[in-house]
């Protein structure tokens, strides 16, 4: 399955640790964000990835192309990442492929059991849902149907009425990516909806009959990092120790 990771955005909120530096590459612990989404993936065997950069993204290329393998990526640069958002950088990269992929937000940090969850999920369109926990109103919510698909996804709504938030962690078919492309096309080139949030074709897929599911998360821990707060947070969550702990490893072995 090809990984699209987008990484295009300048990260306002965390100046000054992003004048210079994409918010992917702050460390946290010993790796970077960024690199330590891209281990857990090549772990499962998931080494191919279309990353679409746009600030300083010369600086991501070296970083990703110094730690890991070069052919595992294919770079996209969106010279436009100071007036669109991500369904523009996502339009981007599914230009090149009608195949199913697993789509991540490169300022989110997850335990590895979150990923693996997605990854045995049945469905073929699903996305990770954290189900605990308090859900802002700034949070892409999530609710359902009867039948326990996706009703709506996105900012809007009353968090009370929502089953959870979405992490930015999914996984699409092949149909369902030809579909995705075209409506990001029309909505981004056509309608000039360039401010966009992703969400917003997906849901109009749903509306149209396109089937997506969500994967509760329960207990497993994941962080979408905005804010300085968040970093200082993630850190805490996601030190080194921390992560051997979740992935069930022992650090004083050998």
């Known amino acids: 399955m090809l990984v699209v990771l987008l990484a295009a955005g300048a990260a306002m909120r965390l100046r000054p640790l992003t004048n210079n530096t994409p918010k992917c590459l702050l460390p946290v612990g010993s790796r970077s964000i960024v ?24 600086k991501l ?28 950088s996502l339009m981007l990269a599914l230009r090149a492929t009608r195949e199913a992929f697993l789509l991540l937000d490169s300022d989110v940090l997850f335990e ?12 073929v369109n699903r996305l990770a ?3 605990q926990g308090d859900i802002g ?15 709506s996804i996105g900012k809007e709504g009353d968090p009370r009425l929502a089953m959870g938030e979405s992490i930015g962690l999914h996984a699409f078919s092949s ?3 030809a579909s995705l492309l075209a409506t990001l096309e029309r909505r981004q080139l056509v309608e000039e909806r360039v401010n966009e949030f992703y969400e917003a074709s997906f849901q109009e897929l749903m ?11 329960g207990e497993l821990r994941s962080m979408e990092i905005d804010t300085a707060d968040d970093l200082a947070r993630a850190r805490e969550v996601f030190g080194v ?14």
């Open 35 to 58: 690199a330590r989404t891209v281990q857990l993936l090549a772990d499962r065997g998931l080494q191919r990835f279309t990353v679409v950069d746009g600030f300083c993204g010369d």
């Open 61 to 88: 290329r070296s970083a990703l192309t110094g730690e890991f393998p070069p052919d595992w990526f294919r770079f996209v640069r969106n010279d436009l990442y100071g007036t669109t958002n991500n369904a523009y």
């Open 112 to 123: 590895p059991s979150v990923l693996d969850r997605l990854l045995a999920d049945p469905h």
């Open 129 to 131: 849902v954290r189900t």
């Open 137 to 151: 109103t700034e949070e892409i919510k999530v609710t359902l149907d009867g039948d326990g698909r996706i009703r």
């Open 175 to 177: 149909d369902f990516s």
């Open 207 to 217: 509306d149209t009959g396109h089937a997506v599911y969500p994967v509760p998360l």
């Open 241 to 254: 120790t921390r992560l051997a702990e979740m992935a069930g490893l022992d650090l004083d072995a050998g």
